[in-house]
Each structure stands twice: as C-alpha cells, then as structure tokens.
C-alpha cells in the first residue's frame, strides 16, 4: 500500500463548527445576490433627457486580461498618471495586406526562432529568406546575440519561398536597428532591398558578372560554406568577364554543376572565375578562346544541381583557394534617383505602419 503524502504543519482536529460556518455563509451571500439584483436593474434605467450618460474610459493594451473596467472616478488623476497605462495595441491590419508579420526575440538558432513565430512549414524557409539581408549587417549566425529582435513582414507563396517585404532587425552586436523595405524602382526590371537612406542594401561589384539580378541569395559569410555568390536571376540574363582572360574548362562535372564554364586571368593575378549552372553554351565558344573584361561569355540558367534560377559566381586562386568577390571586386551602393525617393519614402512609412511596435519579448 502506497503511504499517504506528507502535510505540512499539523493536522487539524475535526469540529462541528465548520458546518454550521458553511451553512451561515450560504445564507449571506444569498441575501447580497437578491440586493445586488435589484441595484442593478436600478441602475439600468434610462437617463432623463438633459443627463448624458458616462462611459468610463477603457485602455486596451497588450497587457489587456478582459475584466471589466473600473467606473471613473469623479476626482480623475492627473494626466500624468495616464502614461502608466497599457499601450493602445496595434491594430493587425498587415493581414488585410496580405502580408503576414512575425515578430521574434532570439534566444538561440535563428532558424528555432523563426519556427516558433511563423511555424513549421514557413519558419524554416523564412529563416533562410531574412538572412539574406542580415548578411550586410552583420555575419549570420557567429554575431547573432541573445535578445537580438526581428520584425519581418513576408507573403507566403504556393511552392515557392516566403517574400519578405519588410526586415526591422534590432543587434545587440551594433547597437543599432536595421531596417530595409522591398521596392520597385521605375528604371529597374526587379525589386530590390532599399535602406531608409535610398540607397540599396546589397553592395554591388564593380566589373560584376551580371548587369542586373533581383537578389544574392548566398554569401561566402553566410554561415552555409558556400564557396561562391549566388545570384537570384531569370534564366536568359548575359553573363560577363569581370576580367581578361582564358577559357581553362567548359562542362564538366555537368550533374552538379550543369552548363559551366572556368575563366582564367591572364594578368598579373591570375585569378581564376567560375560560372555554374548556366544555360546552354554556345557552341563557339571552347577551351583557349580569350575574353577581355565585359565581354559577354553566356547567359544565366538553371542547370545542373539547382532549385531556382541563378547564377553562381565563385572565384579562386592557387590551388583553390577561395576567394570572396565581395573583398576581391571594388564594390558600392547604388542610390535611387532623387526623383523617385518620395514614392519609397511613402512605401516606407506604409510598411513601417503594418510592422507596428516590437511585440517580441524584452
């Protein structure tokens, strides 16, 4: 037989004074539910004609439990007294949008944080999504802090990855917050990522393989090992020399790789460029022919070991040591004109509303 739990201090003796205690009990609070009743349907009587009724004012805040509020007093406190009062809370309007807002505070693996705040089926693909742009602000995941806070405002899209249209990042390790706002530019084929500033978020290379792309998806610091920068571009986009040189290889390693090509330096450097996963090449162009720095060697594609269209671009030197295009190329960033930054200052106070005040935890 199981022995009894133990209890704390001594048991107390059984008396016939409880019952009767109950009994009276009962009683009483009958009798203040009957005058309560009747209160209540007094109260409940239409005002005269020159009386207003008084609503007492409530405060509806995050902090909001639901119980009812307290009639105002007829000696109110000053107003100072009011700041200590929830905040109004912010009203959800980004799902009349379409946009979805995950709001986040990280206390480990970014990829955890976004699981939690977006779920399981998105939180994965988000996490991969919004570091994409943490990237120009910090390295991902070494310089991620505890407390680091994330607002992202994204649009979920049958079998594709989630688009993020708004990145509030607030780094313990910078002691700023970061923002960054999607925007189409008159004069640009793609959105790209705008800083409150105007200018974009992603430093662009100087004698950079591609004229144009909507995003670089992947970095040398991103925390994935990659070798090389991906470039988020439609198939069909020239691919150019970022310097002179000579053709070394064409096509190999094709199921990985797909459509490729090795260019080599022939100046002092003797640096060597890499093109994976291009579309199909020219005939004439072989192993030998030489290029001078922005002539045109192919166009992007999606062959290969891909899962969307782009273009990676990976550059080494010596026995294949890696080098990072974005410490090896000149690099800037490019401003939108002038005459377009009230249309993005617009969109951006538009995003910076559906975003609203921080909800992750402090």
Known sequence: MRPPLP????????????????????????????????????SEKPPAANEQPVTPPVAMGSGDTGA????????????????????????????AT??????????????TAMVVAAGPEIGPALA??????????????????????????YETRPNEEPLVHAVRFTSNKTGQTHRTYRFQAESDKN??????????????LENSPLDDYEQVTSL??????????????????????????????????????????????????RRRAIFLHMDELPRSVKVGDRFATGAMLGR?????????????????????RV???????????????????????VEIRRLDGLLGTTVAGG
């Open 98 to 111: 379409g946009l979805a807002h995950a709001s986040v505070r990280i206390d480990g693996p970014l990829e």
């Open 323 to 345: 080098l990072d295009p974005y410490e090896t190329h000149r690099t800037y960033r490019r401003s939108l004109p002038a005459a377009q930054r009230p249309t993005l200052e």
């Open 191 to 204: 959105p790209r990522y705008y800083l409150p500033s105007g200018e974009e978020l992603e430093l662009r």
């Open 68 to 95: 009812a509020p307290h009639p105002a007093s007829p000696n109110p406190a000053p107003a100072a007294a009011a700041a200590t009062a929830p905040a109004p809370m912010v009203p959800d309007s980004a799902k």
């Open 220 to 269: 040398l610091r991103d925390g994935r090992r990659h070798k090389g920068v991906d470039f988020k571009t439609p198939v069909g986009t020239p691919v150019k020399a970022p310097f002179a040189g000579v053709i070394r290889r064409k096509n190999w390693s094709f199921r990985f790789n797909g459509n490729c090509l090795e260019l080599e330096e022939t100046g002092g450097k």
């Open 7 to 42: 209890t704390l201090g001594p048991q107390p003796k059984k008396s016939p004074v409880g019952p009767v205690m109950v009994v009276s009990l009962l009683l009483g609070l009958s009798a203040g539910g009957v005058w309560w009743w009747k209160q209540r349907l007094t």
């Open 300 to 320: 992007s594609g999606n062959s290969g070991r891909s899962f969307a269209p782009h273009l990676h671009y990976q550059l080494e030197v010596g026995e294949d």
């Open 128 to 153: 991969q999504v919004v570091t994409r742009t943490l990237v120009w602000w910090v390295d991902v995941p070494g310089d991620l802090r505890r407390g680091d806070t994330l607002d992202i405002l």
